[in-house]
């Protein structure tokens, strides 16, 4: 059973940076289209970025675009994000996942078509 695995997260001060990564162990997700999510408490989860899995293009959503950057280590199937000028409305729990019926990234992110959820990772911006 495939499973991504989260990791960087942490607590940073406002204005500061983590680089999020996504892994899944003997997974090669090259063909895949990769989402990160994430969910605040009380909140839905909702779509923060995504890398399409043929051409590389990315997507953003309006409330992260300009801070992050999504990006792919096809050498080490690896999938990070990199977060900067954090915010505290960025505290949330970050998950990644994999889109089993699209290999493109296209607005709306539907979570349905995703799978392979991770644990995720938490993300504390405060001071």
């Known amino acids: 059973q495939v499973q991504f695995v989260e990791s960087g997260g942490g607590l940073v001060q406002p204005g500061g940076s983590l680089r999020l990564s996504c892994t899944a162990p003997?997974?090669?997700?090259?063909?895949?289209?990769i989402g990160w999510f994430r969910q605040a408490p009380g909140k839905e989860r909702e779509a923060v970025s995504c890398v399409s899995g043929s051409l590389g293009t990315t997507y953003y959503a309006d409330s992260v675009k300009g801070r992050f950057t999504i990006s792919r280590d096809s050498a080490k199937s690896t999938v990070l994000l990199q977060m900067n000028s954090l915010k505290p409305e960025d505290t949330a729990v970050y998950y990644c996942a994999a889109n089993t019926v699209r290999n493109f990234c296209a607005p709306p992110l539907f979570l349905y078509e995703y799978d392979y959820w991770g644990q995720g990772t938490q993300v504390t911006v405060s001071s």
């Open positions: 003997g997974f090669r997700g090259d063909g895949y289209a």
